[in-house]
């Protein structure tokens, strides 16, 4: 607000000096933006015995009238801040829902694709076990021929030793037999090489299918973490909007903590989802490689201790030598806890850092929480 110098009047009198003046009940009955009351100084209107207003040269009406167009346009701006959050919250509330309903959408198109094929590839392999089945009747029924005409062949040579020709011609039908059954044989090989090579395009499918639900579980849970995130900064956005009296602090101080305390899960999936290169601030910042967060994201004490070293890390310059302390009794327990996971215990990470038996990575781990609570108390709050 610029500097303007208020208006000079000839003096007047004190009849005239009540006269514009406005009425001090009226003054005050009028409300800002917010419920907040605009309430004027009374005292300097009270009329005094020893007062003498024919020295009055301020114009008290302009100067009402200024800080009442002051207080219009800051009402203003209020409201249009606050529509524009509110069109912000909506449209990233949109984003996700489209998003989760591609990849339910998606992992629906997979389900129905692999069953249709799976259906198709069991009607192909019925129809083939029904030829080979026709083929083996087929088969048995030219055995079981060929043995009678063998005896048919010994009979006629028992019977008719002098009939070459008949006998020429029986060994003939038989070579003939002979040879539909090495056919046939061959024919139900081939068939059989097809059902093999089927039924591992089928293994192949399945497994297939088995990697894209599993890549749909990631991505789920992937989602999950930046949500979390996500929800925690506008739930406190759309706070501030309101006016004080209905602000819920403890919505305003998760929102905090996730916009400016550690986030080192969602952090660490944006870093292997991206070429950001990243990777050196990470580790600077949270004292450890985004894979081994990862690897034991399922602990929340773990999650904890790597978030407190961001906060303590961010905010060292105000915490004075407790950052130090913190820094090197962290990396003491990080390298302990790491060691004894990798050497093949039974114990996770998270009964190893807040198990019921009374540990010294535990009292470590529970020394640093109170050092963090002790110096972070009043670092990680933002007002605006």
Same mark, same amino acid.
């Given at each position: 607000?610029?500097?303007?110098?208020?208006?000079?009047?000839?003096?007047?009198?004190?009849?005239?000096?009540?006269?514009?003046?406005?009425?001090?009940?009226?003054?005050?009955?009028?409300?800002?933006?917010?419920?907040?009351?605009?309430?004027?100084?009374?005292?300097?209107?009270?009329?005094?015995?020893?007062?003498?207003?024919?020295?009055?040269?301020?114009?008290?009406?302009?100067?009402?009238?200024?800080?009442?167009?002051?207080?219009?346009?800051?009402?203003?701006?209020?409201?249009?801040?606050?529509?524009?959050?509110?069109?912000?919250?909506?449209?990233?509330?949109?984003?996700?829902? +489209?998003?989760?309903?591609? $990849?339910?959408? /998606?992992?629906?198109?997979? @389900?129905?694709?692999?069953?249709?094929? %799976? *259906? !198709?590839?069991?009607?192909?392999?019925?129809?083939?076990?029904?030829?080979?089945?026709?083929?083996?009747?087929?088969?048995?029924?030219?055995?079981?021929?060929?043995?009678?005409?063998?005896?048919?062949?010994?009979?006629?040579?028992?019977?008719?030793?002098?009939?070459?020709?008949?006998?020429?011609?029986?060994?003939?039908?038989?070579? +003939?037999?002979?040879?539909? $059954?090495?056919? /046939?044989?061959?024919?139900? @090989?081939?068939?059989?090489?097809?059902? %093999? *090579? !089927?039924?591992?395009?089928?293994?192949?499918?399945?497994?297939?299918?088995?990697?894209?639900?599993?890549?749909?579980?990631?991505?789920?849970?992937?989602?999950?973490?930046?949500?979390?995130?996500?929800?925690?900064?506008?739930?406190?956005?759309?706070?501030?909007?309101?006016?004080?009296?209905?602000?819920?602090?403890?919505?305003?101080?998760?929102?905090?903590?996730?916009?400016?305390?550690?986030?080192?899960?969602?952090?660490?999936?944006?870093?292997?989802? %991206?070429?950001?290169?990243?990777?050196?601030?990470?580790?600077?910042?949270?004292?450890?490689?985004?894979?081994?967060?990862?690897?034991?994201?399922?602990?929340?004490?773990?999650?904890?201790?790597?978030?407190?070293?961001?906060?303590?890390?961010?905010?060292?310059?105000?915490?004075?030598?407790?950052?130090?302390?913190?820094?090197?009794?962290?990396?003491?327990?990080?390298?302990?806890?790491?060691?004894?996971?990798?050497?093949?215990?039974?114990?996770?990470?998270?009964?190893?850092?807040?198990?019921?038996?009374?540990?010294?990575?535990?009292?470590?781990?529970?020394?640093?929480?109170?050092?963090?609570?002790?110096?972070?108390?009043?670092?990680?709050?933002?007002?605006?």
């Amino acid at each position: 607000m610029t500097d303007e110098k208020n208006p000079v009047s000839a003096p007047r009198s004190r009849k005239s000096l009540r006269a514009l003046l406005p009425n001090i009940s009226q003054l005050t009955s009028h409300e800002s933006m917010g419920g907040i009351p605009m309430v004027l100084d009374t005292l300097v209107l009270e009329e005094r015995g020893d007062y003498d207003t024919s020295d009055d040269t301020v114009d008290w009406k302009n100067l009402y009238l200024k800080s009442r167009r002051q207080s219009t346009r800051t009402r203003y701006l209020h409201q249009e801040e606050r529509d524009r959050l509110i069109r912000e919250k909506l449209a990233l509330r949109r984003g996700n829902k +489209l998003l989760q309903s591609a $990849l339910s959408q /998606s992992r629906c198109n997979a @389900s129905k694709a692999l069953a249709e094929q %799976t *259906s !198709l590839f069991d009607k192909t392999l019925g129809g083939i076990e029904q030829r080979m089945s026709e083929e083996n009747r087929v088969a048995q029924l030219l055995t079981n021929r060929l043995g009678h005409l063998e005896s048919q062949c010994k009979q006629i040579s028992l019977r008719a030793l002098a009939s070459d020709k008949a006998k020429e011609q029986s060994n003939k039908f038989a070579e +003939l037999a002979r040879a539909q $059954l090495k056919r /046939s044989s061959e024919q139900l @090989s081939e068939k059989e090489r097809v059902i %093999t *090579s !089927l039924e591992e395009e089928k293994r192949e499918l399945q497994s297939t299918l088995q990697n894209r639900n599993d890549e749909l579980v990631d991505l789920d849970h992937v989602l999950e973490v930046y949500s979390e995130v996500v929800e925690g900064i506008l739930n406190r956005k759309s706070e501030w909007s309101k006016s004080p009296h209905r602000r819920d602090s403890k919505i305003i101080a998760k929102g905090n903590k996730v916009a400016h305390g550690g986030t080192c899960l969602a952090d660490a999936y944006r870093i292997k989802s %991206t070429c950001d290169n990243d990777l050196g601030w990470y580790e600077e910042c949270y004292g450890t490689t985004p894979d081994i967060v990862l690897q034991f994201e399922t602990s929340g004490a773990f999650r904890r201790l790597i978030n407190m070293r961001y906060e303590i890390y961010r905010y060292k310059n105000n915490v004075g030598d407790i950052a130090d302390v913190f820094e090197e009794d962290f990396q003491k327990l990080l390298e302990e806890i790491l060691h004894k996971v990798t050497r093949g215990t039974d114990n996770s990470m998270q009964s190893i850092l807040v198990g019921n038996t009374d540990t010294e990575p535990r009292r470590a781990y529970y020394d640093l929480c109170i050092l963090w609570e002790d110096a972070m108390e009043d670092e990680i709050v933002v007002t605006y």
